[in-house]
């Protein structure tokens, strides 16, 4: 064998305006996973739900969710038609990358 196989993390990203949460969360996972993440960010619920279900048809599941706390219902809704689907909850960098520790090696 003459290279290693390197697994890409597939995450979805959910932006609801909140002042600046998609770019210190994107920010934080390139620093901290820095070629071993594929990240899409998605403006609103129904693309990314879309998007999440499209990906699980096609064989290639994301591999995690991110959502801001004000985004519950919304992370409820996809955790209960996607089981599989790890669901973080993140406020700030601290809670991320304890939250991504737990599903990402």
């Known amino acids: 064998m003459t290279g290693l196989l390197i697994k890409k993390y597939h995450i979805a990203i959910l932006d609801h305006d909140n002042d600046g949460f998609v770019t210190r969360v994107v920010g934080a996972l390139k620093t901290w996973y820095s070629n071993k993440v594929v990240i899409k960010t998605y403006y609103d619920t129904r693309s990314m739900f879309e998007a999440v279900n499209v990906n699980r048809a096609k064989n290639r599941p994301f591999d995690m969710a991110v959502f801001s706390p004000e985004q519950m219902a919304e992370r409820m809704i996809l955790q209960r038609t996607n089981p599989?689907?790890?669901?973080?909850?993140?406020?700030d960098e601290q809670t991320l990358r304890s939250e991504a520790?737990?599903?990402l090696l």
């Open 84 to 91: 599989n689907l790890k669901v973080v909850v993140c406020r």
């Open 101 to 103: 520790s737990k599903v």
